[in-house]
């Protein structure tokens, strides 16, 4: 039997060979609307790993689309620029398309110049500023637009068009009720609002003739407030398709709503469930997304009618040749991605490129070319943490003759800690992952090994990197040494047990992780929540709370002004928002005086009072764990230090950092 994934299907006329969907994601890495070189080496590396399709994007179709670090496709000079993307896609085995799209409301004036534009004057939750109306004889010049970057894509080569109808950009704005309060033929009822984005795949159709492929990437559902819901999507979905379109990329959410939608706390395929309510209506190739990181669930939502192609963006950043590796049977051996966003979304929000946490080559595809070494070395590396084993694959890869020494019996180290809290466990899938790889390239571990000064002289290697991690700070608060006490890292590992009242001492990202682990305590696992709703035991919203209930008190405290500063623009307001959920209080500008046997003493705004607890924990931070720094000085041996044992920062700067530490021996 042919695997569903692999096996080839059709777009119109254009046969394609998996079912593996690479979607259009910004990468920040276009210059004044121009294709970069970075660019294509990228986009060259995921058509070689085997993907079926490439959507690149998206690209503007008018000046007031978006900024200049997307790709242009609204003037004719911007041709040549696409053409070498196009074949450098095509050239590596893969069908080729651009997703062309307006951004509206959600342009940034400072990007485009002027004021942005919409259906109607609402202000964007996005930009937190107000567009103007489009009058109707910009309208129908807009539509034109759309089809003269659709002719500009297919002059460049490329196999197919994406016109994106979604997550809250021009379309979808005309679409919605939230946003379209138009009293004319483009506004009031639903059909009306279905009319521009049905008029687009009209011009685009005439346009570039019958059998060039047409995609709309759609909502399935657009998860806000007052605004177009499942049903009411189908129905446009099923309007796009008698318009001319050829496929249906589904999408979910505008990037305003308040639900989760692409980080790690969203369960995996959630969102197959929309795919699947529009292809039982449709009879053209449907296409699933958001969080389908792993061919076993691609393989399954193909085979039970969800959708007929999986669209996986941020695990073909993780790991670009897992498709070969499904092809190859080596499934075990791909990098996961664990929808961190540390080095996607929240590089984009920085004005960054696009990198990846679990991929130290991802957007960086010829700068981080090894050349294996001419004269290799012993290399120790102590420590099997991320950037340990980082290090360790980038030397080996280099030529180096690599051991890792790791004092606990499993390697991942602080990942672990990561992934302890409710909707995190996508991190220890990263350790998995990454000792996978040491396995696959045949990297000594030696486990249960803690290493001194005197293994470091019997081994003489001709360098050491030093990846021994973080230890937690030590803090001078009177009472620490109670037997109330306990570290955040004990909590996180199930080593401690603690009390009904708890109080956690550090408002940082273990702080807020330890809160949130310890506040799901109690609450009704996802199995009991099923049971109890199937078999309609109790209302919804009891069960609501017990899904949210626990059975502790948790409080934090910190000093600062603000909770979470370390913690990532993608993930912060998501675990805001559980803490809320969750009923944990949370205080700031809060100092600790002293721990007692009843609780916590604490000082806020020049007042002093005491908080009950049973348990406190500490979530003071860490620092770097380098002992092993003065041994190697003394021995004169060659050494680096990298990860947390250099300097505390995210698990993203743990793993790259690694990485440069192993290919620079």
């Given at each position: 039997?042919?695997?569903?994934?692999?096996?080839?299907?059709?777009?119109n006329t254009l046969e394609i060979k998996n079912r593996i969907f690479l979607p259009a994601m910004h990468m920040n890495m276009a210059v004044d609307y121009e294709v970069t070189q970075p660019l294509i080496d990228f986009y060259a590396q995921r058509a070689k790993g085997g993907a079926g399709m490439i959507v690149v994007g998206f690209a503007t179709i008018d000046k007031l689309s978006s900024g200049t670090s997307n790709i242009g496709a609204h003037k004719d000079e911007f041709i040549?620029?696409?053409?070498?993307?196009?074949?450098?896609?095509?050239?590596?085995?893969?069908?080729?398309?651009?997703?062309?799209?307006?951004?509206?409301?959600?342009?940034?004036?400072?990007?485009?110049?002027?004021?942005?534009?919409?259906?109607?004057?609402?202000?964007?939750?996005?930009?937190?500023?107000?567009?103007?109306?489009?009058?109707?004889?910009?309208?129908?010049?807009?539509?034109?637009?759309?089809?003269?970057?659709?002719?500009?894509?297919?002059?460049?080569?490329?196999?197919?068009?994406?016109?994106?109808?979604?997550?809250?950009?021009?379309?979808?704005?005309?679409?919605?009720?939230?946003?379209?309060?138009?009293?004319?033929?483009?506004?009031?009822?639903?059909?009306?609002?279905?009319?521009?984005?049905?008029?687009?795949?009209?011009?685009?159709?005439?346009?570039?003739?019958?059998?060039?492929?047409?995609?709309?990437?759609?909502?399935?559902?657009?998860?806000?407030?007052?605004?177009?819901?499942?049903?009411?999507?189908?129905?446009?979905?099923?309007?796009?398709?008698?318009?001319?379109?050829?496929?249906?990329?589904?999408?979910?959410?505008?990037?305003?709503?308040?639900?989760?939608?692409?980080?790690?706390?969203?369960?995996?395929?959630?969102?197959?469930?929309?795919?699947?309510?529009?292809?039982?209506?449709?009879?053209?190739?449907?296409?699933?997304?958001?969080?389908?990181?792993?061919?076993?669930?691609?393989?399954?939502?193909?085979?039970?009618?969800?959708?007929?192609?999986?669209?996986?963006?941020?695990?073909?950043?993780?790991?670009?040749?897992?498709?070969?590796?499904?092809?190859?049977?080596?499934?075990?051996?791909?990098?996961?991605?664990?929808?961190?966003?540390?080095?996607?979304?929240?590089?984009?929000?920085?004005?960054?490129?696009?990198?990846?946490?679990?991929?130290?080559?991802?957007?960086?595809?010829?700068?981080?070319?090894?050349?294996?070494?001419?004269?290799?070395?012993?290399?120790?590396?102590?420590?099997?943490?991320?950037?340990?084993?980082?290090?360790?694959?980038?030397?080996?890869?280099?030529?180096?003759?690599?051991?890792?020494?790791?004092?606990?019996?499993?390697?991942?180290?602080?990942?672990?800690?990561?992934?302890?809290?409710?909707?995190?466990?996508?991190?220890?899938?990263?350790?998995?992952?990454?000792?996978?790889?040491?396995?696959?390239?045949?990297?000594?571990?030696?486990?249960?090994?803690?290493?001194?000064?005197?293994?470091?002289?019997?081994?003489?290697?001709?360098?050491?990197?030093?990846?021994?991690?973080?230890?937690?700070?030590?803090?001078?608060?009177?009472?620490?040494?109670?037997?109330?006490?306990?570290?955040?890292?004990?909590?996180?590992?199930?080593?401690?047990?603690?009390?009904?009242?708890?109080?956690?001492?550090?408002?940082?990202?273990?702080?807020?992780?330890?809160?949130?682990?310890?506040?799901?305590?109690?609450?009704?696992?996802?199995?009991?929540?099923?049971?109890?709703?199937?078999?309609?035991?109790?209302?919804?919203?009891?069960?609501?709370?017990?899904?949210?209930?626990?059975?502790?008190?948790?409080?934090?405290?910190?000093?600062?002004?603000?909770?979470?500063?370390?913690?990532?623009?993608?993930?912060?307001?998501?675990?805001?928002?559980?803490?809320?959920?969750?009923?944990?209080?949370?205080?700031?500008?809060?100092?600790?005086?002293?721990?007692?046997?009843?609780?916590?003493?604490?000082?806020?705004?020049?007042?002093?009072?005491?908080?009950?607890?049973?348990?406190?924990?500490?979530?003071?931070?860490?620092?770097?764990?380098?002992?092993?720094?003065?041994?190697?000085?003394?021995?004169?041996?060659?050494?680096?230090?990298?990860?947390?044992?250099?300097?505390?920062?995210l698990a993203f700067d743990a793993v790259h950092n690694g990485f440069e530490a192993g290919r620079n021996i």
């Amino acid at each position: 039997m042919v695997d569903p994934i692999i096996s080839p299907i059709k777009i119109n006329t254009l046969e394609i060979k998996n079912r593996i969907f690479l979607p259009a994601m910004h990468m920040n890495m276009a210059v004044d609307y121009e294709v970069t070189q970075p660019l294509i080496d990228f986009y060259a590396q995921r058509a070689k790993g085997g993907a079926g399709m490439i959507v690149v994007g998206f690209a503007t179709i008018d000046k007031l689309s978006s900024g200049t670090s997307n790709i242009g496709a609204h003037k004719d000079e911007f041709i040549p620029g696409l053409k070498r993307l196009a074949d450098a896609i095509k050239d590596n085995g893969a069908r080729a398309a651009v997703q062309i799209n307006h951004a509206g409301k959600n342009s940034f004036s400072f990007m485009i110049g002027e004021q942005a534009v919409s259906a109607s004057a609402v202000p964007s939750r996005m930009t937190r500023e107000t567009p103007r109306e489009l009058t109707e004889a910009e309208i129908w010049e807009t539509i034109d637009s759309f089809a003269a970057a659709a002719v500009r894509v297919q002059k460049a080569g490329y196999d197919a068009v994406e016109i994106l109808a979604g997550t809250g950009y021009l379309i979808s704005s005309f679409l919605s009720p939230v946003t379209n309060q138009r009293k004319d033929s483009w506004g009031g009822s639903f059909e009306n609002r279905m009319r521009f984005g049905i008029e687009i795949i009209k011009a685009i159709r005439k346009a570039t003739g019958e059998d060039y492929p047409i995609i709309a990437r759609i909502n399935g559902n657009d998860l806000m407030k007052g605004g177009v819901g499942r049903k009411d999507l189908q129905v446009f979905a099923q309007e796009l398709v008698k318009a001319g379109a050829d496929a249906l990329n589904i999408n979910v959410g505008w990037h305003e709503a308040r639900i989760p939608q692409i980080v790690t706390f969203v369960p995996r395929g959630v969102f197959g469930y929309l795919s699947k309510g529009i292809k039982e209506l449709v009879d053209v190739p449907v296409i699933a997304s958001h969080r389908i990181n792993d061919p076993a669930l691609a393989r399954e939502m193909i085979q039970e009618g969800q959708c007929d192609m999986v669209a996986m963006g941020r695990p073909l950043i993780a790991d670009p040749e897992l498709p070969n590796k499904i092809a190859a049977g080596k499934e075990k051996e791909i990098i996961h991605c664990i929808a961190c966003a540390q080095g996607c979304f929240d590089h984009l929000f920085e004005m960054k490129t696009v990198q990846c946490l679990c991929n130290p080559k991802a957007g960086r595809e010829k700068d981080t070319v090894i050349t294996r070494t001419d004269s290799p070395k012993k290399v120790m590396i102590i420590g099997a943490g991320a950037a340990g084993m980082s290090a360790a694959l980038a030397a080996k890869e280099k030529g180096h003759n690599v051991t890792v020494y790791e004092k606990e019996s499993k390697a991942g180290g602080q990942l672990y800690l990561a992934a302890a809290p409710p909707g995190r466990e996508e991190f220890s899938e990263l350790a998995k992952d990454l000792a996978t790889q040491l396995r696959v390239n045949d990297i000594n571990i030696v486990y249960n090994q803690t290493v001194d000064k005197a293994l470091i002289e019997k081994e003489k290697p001709d360098h050491v990197i030093l990846a021994t991690g973080a230890r937690p700070m030590e803090i001078p608060i009177p009472g620490k040494d109670r037997p109330n006490v306990v570290q955040a890292w004990d909590v996180l590992l199930d080593k401690v047990t603690t009390g009904k009242r708890v109080v956690v001492v550090g408002g940082g990202a273990v702080g807020v992780e330890t809160a949130l682990f310890l506040a799901e305590k109690g609450t009704l696992s996802p199995e009991a929540l099923k049971f109890l709703l199937i078999n309609e035991v109790e209302d919804t919203d009891y069960l609501k709370h017990l899904a949210i209930k626990g059975s502790k008190e948790v409080i934090m405290l910190e000093m600062l002004d603000k909770i979470g500063k370390d913690i990532g623009k993608s993930t912060r307001w998501v675990m805001m928002e559980d803490m809320a959920r969750y009923n944990v209080v949370s205080r700031t500008a809060t100092k600790v005086l002293e721990i007692t046997d009843k609780g916590v003493r604490v000082e806020y705004g020049g007042e002093k009072e005491e908080i009950a607890a049973d348990t406190i924990v500490l979530a003071t931070g860490s620092v770097p764990e380098n002992g092993l720094q003065k041994d190697l000085e003394q021995l004169g041996i060659p050494f680096t230090v990298t990860g947390d044992a250099k300097q505390i920062r995210l698990a993203f700067d743990a793993v790259h950092n690694g990485f440069e530490a192993g290919r620079n021996i």
